[in-house]
């Protein structure tokens, strides 16, 4: 399946002076950094450096998960994967497409000389179900704004 990376920040911050949307309204703003030594922490971080952006980094998390929990207390913003996100409080989150976006693609694997058992496509299909019903809770959460790289 299909997804994307978005920016999640704590929703008091959408009501300030600063358009949301401009990277300037980040400016100075505490930043929850993924590891890198991911596939999507490394597509972040070129995309960072592509922008020629520095945010000011407070934390450095292993996870996901642990981001977005950062972000529902108000602990700084955080580029997490669509999925993560869509699970995060509504009340207390603001969730914002990248500009450009920041696709990635998720996939099962399995041993190449294991034999496929119904457990495993029943399983696959269950991830399946999952991944689109989330994808469709995060297109009804994401701000009208999206984040711009490159201003």
């Given at each position: 399946?299909?997804?994307?990376?978005?920016?999640?920040?704590?929703?008091?911050?959408?009501?300030?002076?600063?358009?949301?949307?401009?990277?300037?309204w980040?400016?100075?703003?505490?930043?929850?950094?993924?590891?890198?030594?991911?596939?999507?922490?490394?597509?972040?971080?070129?995309?960072?450096?592509?922008a020629?952006?520095?945010?000011?980094?407070?934390?450095r998390?292993?996870?996901?998960?642990?981001?977005?929990?950062?972000?529902?207390?108000?602990?700084?913003?955080?580029?997490?994967?669509?999925?993560?996100?869509?699970?995060?409080?509504?009340?207390?989150?603001?969730?914002?497409?990248?500009?450009?976006?920041?696709?990635?693609?998720?996939?099962?694997?399995?041993?190449?000389?294991?034999?496929?058992?119904?457990?495993?496509?029943?399983?696959?299909?269950?991830?399946?179900?999952?991944?689109?019903?989330?994808?469709?809770?995060?297109?009804?959460?994401?701000?009208?704004?999206?984040?711009?790289?490159?201003?």
């Amino acid at each position: 399946c299909a997804g994307e990376m978005v920016l999640a920040a704590p929703r008091p911050w959408s009501s300030g002076v600063l358009r949301p949307g401009r990277r300037a309204w980040l400016g100075g703003r505490p930043f929850i950094a993924l590891a890198e030594a991911t596939p999507l922490g490394e597509r972040l971080a070129a995309r960072l450096a592509a922008a020629q952006w520095s945010p000011r980094q407070v934390l450095r998390v292993q996870t996901y998960a642990l981001a977005g929990t950062l972000v529902e207390r108000g602990l700084g913003y955080a580029f997490l994967d669509g999925y993560t996100a869509a699970a995060l409080d509504s009340a207390r989150v603001v969730l914002m497409r990248t500009a450009p976006v920041l696709p990635f693609t998720l996939s099962m694997m399995s041993a190449a000389g294991s034999v496929p058992s119904v457990l495993v496509g029943r399983l696959r299909d269950c991830l399946l179900h999952a991944a689109q019903r989330s994808a469709a809770s995060l297109a009804g959460r994401l701000d009208s704004q999206a984040l711009e790289f490159d201003a």
